[in-house]
Structures are given as structure tokens and as C-alpha cells.
């Protein structure tokens, strides 16, 4: 079984810019997650998704970024506009209900200019 | 909000030798688990654990939940240089609930 698949893996964009990741998770995992890691920070969590509705947003920075989940095999965060700070690994992860065991993607590195 | 401190934040060791790390939560957790992330990679699954006491292995790796249910290690026994990487520990207050990290334990194995 293929694993969780993240787009892009590298996105290199200048301060001001648009910026979209992109997440598959696990086919028939109902749970999916995204979560952020900086140096300084480690891993944080910024939303989770249940049955593609948003469980827990407090993780969110600002009003900058965004989730959706549109349907089970599909989620986007977005950055609008993208600041220096933003710069980071974003990790998307699923698992099914009753199963802890997250199962990470790739991730993909963000660098703003 | 819940908070886990695992420590050491980074070690250097000669291969062949025993490793150990340790993560401690400001409260109870279910469940803990212990992850390895690679360089360029994401994090993957080593050890789950599910109940206080318990004591599980995975080759050369020993984790426990503790009997508080508010600490874990994990132990590696006679490291190899492939054993490099960031571990990271996670805990869980219910099911379905969103893993807390730790800020991770980096690993250098010198040959």
C-alpha cells in the first residue's frame, strides 16, 4: 500500500505569495493530520481532520493559514500570505480511529524568501 | 495544555555502545509511542505502548510506559551508525485525540 503522499516536497516562494500543500493520506484512514517542524519549535500540531471535518484548529498560527479536507483522500493547507516565518517542514499524517500509530508523509520543506 | 519533556536533547556515542532517553509529561497519557526521523524524511513508528508497566522490544530497542503513566523510555542496545537520526517520543490522552511530541533526541553514532 502506497503511503501518506505529500506535494510538493520542496516549495521555495517569495514573502507575499500564495503557497498550497498538498496530502493524500492512507486509503481508509479517518483521521488526518497536519503538523508543522522548526528547529526551535519541534513538531507542532496545527489542525486534525475526522472524517474530513475539522476536529481541533488551535494549532493554526493566524488567520493566514488554512485547511480543507474535501473529501477522504484529499487535503490542503494553504499560506496566504506566506511570511519568512513560515519557513519549515509541514508534515501531513493519517491513521484510523482506534489505531494511535500515525503514519507520516515525506513532508515538504518551505523556504520563503 | 499538556506538555512533554524528553531529554537529552542530544547525544554523541561510539558504536556499540547503550543508549537511553526519556520522556516525562505534566500529565497522564493512554498511550506512548516512540518514533525515528531520518534526515529528509518523516517521522516513522518504532514502539507503541498501550498500558502502564508495560515493557516492549523491537530488535535492539527496549521502551516502557511507566507505571505513573506519566513517563516513557526507550533504550537501544549496541548502536550502529544507521541508528543515527531524531527520536522522538509521543503521547495520547484518548483515542482519537492528537499525539503530543516531544522536542526529539538527537543521536550521532560514531564508528
Known amino acids: 500500500d502506497a503511503g501518506v503522499i505529500q506535494s510538493p516536497r520542496h516549495e521555495v516562494t517569495e514573502m507575499g505569495q500564495e503557497v498550497t500543500l498538498r496530502c493524500k493520506p492512507i486509503?481508509?484512514?479517518?483521521?488526518l493530520f497536519w503538523y508543522r517542524q522548526t528547529m526551535m519549535r519541534g513538531l507542532e500540531l496545527l489542525i486534525y481532520f475526522n472524517n474530513n471535518v475539522p476536529i481541533d484548529d488551535s494549532g493554526m498560527p493566524e488567520d493566514r493559514f488554512s485547511a480543507k479536507m474535501p473529501n477522504a483522500s484529499f487535503s490542503t493547507l494553504k499560506i496566504q500570505p506566506s511570511e519568512p516565518r513560515d519557513s519549515a517542514v509541514y508534515f501531513c499524517?493519517?491513521?484510523?480511529?482506534?489505531?494511535?500509530?500515525?503514519?507520516f508523509g515525506p513532508g515538504t520543506r518551505l523556504l520563503v524568501l | 495544555g499538556q506538555q512533554l519533556n524528553q531529554s537529552p536533547q542530544s547525544m554523541f556515542i561510539q558504536e556499540g555502545e547503550d543508549v537511553s532517553m526519556n520522556c516525562t509529561s505534566s500529565?497522564?497519557?493512554?498511550?506512548w509511542l516512540w518514533y525515528k526521523q531520518d534526515p529528509g524524511e518523516g517521522p516513522v513508528l518504532l514502539i507503541a505502548?498501550?498500558?502502564?508497566?508495560e515493557l516492549t522490544s523491537n530488535g535492539r530497542l527496549t521502551a516502557q510506559f511507566g507505571i505513573t503513566r506519566k513517563d516513557s523510555f526507550l533504550n537501544i542496545s549496541a548502536s550502529i551508525p544507521s541508528d543515527v537520526g531524531i527520536y522522538f517520543c509521543a503521547g495520547q490522552a484518548q483515542a482519537g485525540t492528537a499525539l503530543i511530541f516531544g522536542k526529539g533526541t538527537t543521536l550521532s553514532v560514531s564508528s
Open positions: 486509503s481508509g484512514h479517518d483521521y
Open positions: 500529565s497522564i497519557f493512554n498511550t
Open positions: 499524517a493519517s491513521t484510523q480511529r482506534g489505531r494511535e500509530t500515525q503514519y
Open positions: 505502548l498501550y498500558k502502564a508497566g
